[in-house]
């Protein structure tokens, strides 16, 4: 709205009126902003939330040894991160901008899905919360709205980068094509050529390529909104973790989505040029800064945690974002804890039934998600089962070098993710 109210008085030459069209000065500003809403909200949020004795029961001490700490505690803080990333962006953002329309949509609509299933925690005393099927169905289906979107949208377009060799054929010149189109490429790490065209990969369908390509398209949108939502969702189990994680992830879209509106580093990074995708900056910026202002009170020990409320909506956003600047092939590496998170979750779950049908009780990790292997204590293992990984690790560690040690693995994640393009 703000941005709409200076660029109206820039015919009327105001003074700095101007500034409001410089991406750098209305991001920074979504950061400033972000920052301050969240400590300020934050604060009364916690106040209000314990006034009404809306928090968190003890943790089972078999799973948290330090749950009993945590009885007390304030939940559903996902509000604070979603109230501090939407104000900033309705008020600096061009709303008008397809992009930034469906990061707004995707925060609401996850948001709410989120704040359902802790209301039913919180308040209908059942711990299931909404059950997995309804969750799914929120996750697929605004996986299916972003994605089909990009495919229908006149607005969501690129313009494709091609390589030009030089007459001495020691070099080439990344251009970018003078049209805008509808693409279905994406950016493959490590190769080269590093664009993956999803109507190649469909290419058995003859003249129907196309079309299929796009299918794929959503269908590949709906499952990656759906794998980084649960995946952050499941990264959610210690103080500070999932927030700080996010921060980190967030910083690497950000420069992601700002080179990619930038026709000069687009062509450097030999990347599409997607015009439009500077709001993602915007929100990018608001999104750093609500995480980083949650860890005023969410780091050890937490005052206040974000519960699905937050963790399903920091997934989706960082889902969808990657999708629009067409970089979700990065996504395993750049948010490799969410995928280590949910991957080890799987083995833990199938390997268990397998042996379970072979009459064994076997577990391969000591616990998961994995982030809680790291803190079980043997005494707290189950008697009765066997477990491959017993030993490991030799000792458990406090949750708080837990988090540290995995946002130090995050970054070192996003600075791979960055170096992948020019390292192929």
């Known amino acids: 709205m703000l941005y709409y109210l200076f660029r109206f008085l820039e015919q009327f030459n105001i003074p700095g009126s101007h500034i409001w069209s410089y991406i750098s000065f209305r991001a920074l500003l979504a950061l400033i902003l972000s920052l301050m809403i969240s400590a300020w909200f934050g604060e009364r949020f916690i106040k209000w939330m314990k006034r009404r004795n809306i928090s968190e029961t003890a943790r089972d001490a078999s799973i948290d040894p330090f749950g009993v700490e945590k009885k007390g505690v304030p939940t559903m803080g996902g509000i604070i991160i979603i109230v501090s990333i939407l104000v900033p962006v309705l008020l600096l953002g061009r709303m008008r901008n397809i992009y930034l329309l469906l990061m707004i949509i995707t925060t609401v609509w996850l948001g709410f899905l989120g704040f359902m299933d802790d209301y039913i925690k919180i308040f209908k005393k059942n711990k299931e919360g909404l059950k997995g099927k309804y969750k799914i169905i929120g996750q697929v289906s605004i996986g299916f709205i972003v994605g089909l979107t990009l495919w229908l949208s006149p607005d969501a377009v690129v313009r494709e980068n091609i390589t030009v060799p030089q007459k001495s054929q020691q070099e080439v010149v990344v251009k970018h094509k003078a049209e805008y189109v509808k693409s279905l490429q994406t950016t493959i790490p490590f190769f080269k050529n590093h664009n993956l ?228």
Request: aromatic fraction near 14%.
């Open 197 to 424: 065209n999803y109507s190649d990969v469909m290419s058995f369908c003859g003249k129907y390529k196309v079309a299929a390509g796009w299918v794929l398209f959503v269908l590949m949108t709906i499952f990656v909104v759906t794998a980084v939502s649960n995946g952050a969702n499941l990264n959610d189990g210690m103080d500070g973790m999932c927030a700080g994680n996010s921060a980190i992830i967030g910083f690497a879209l950000l420069v992601f989505a700002y080179v990619s509106s930038h026709i000069v580093y687009a062509a450097y990074f030999d990347i599409m040029y997607i015009p439009g995708s500077q709001e993602l900056v915007v929100f990018l910026s608001a999104f750093i800064g609500a995480m980083i202002g949650f860890l005023w009170y969410n780091a050890y020990p937490a005052q206040v945690f974000m519960g699905d409320t937050g963790s399903l909506t920091i997934g989706g956003i960082i889902g969808v974002c990657a999708v629009i600047v067409h970089k979700e092939l990065l996504l395993p590496i750049l948010c490799g804890i969410f995928f280590i998170e949910s991957l080890s979750v799987i083995i833990q779950t199938q390997w268990f039934k397998i042996q379970k049908r072979k009459g064994k009780r076997v577990r391969v990790f000591r616990a998961t998600p994995i982030h809680d292997t790291f803190r079980r204590l043997d005494s707290q293992l189950d008697q009765t089962s066997t477990y491959i990984l017993k030993g490991w690790p030799h000792r458990p560690f406090h949750e708080s070098k837990i988090t540290i040690r995995f946002w130090i693995t995050t970054i070192i994640l996003v600075a791979i993710t960055i170096i992948t393009l020019k390292v192929r």
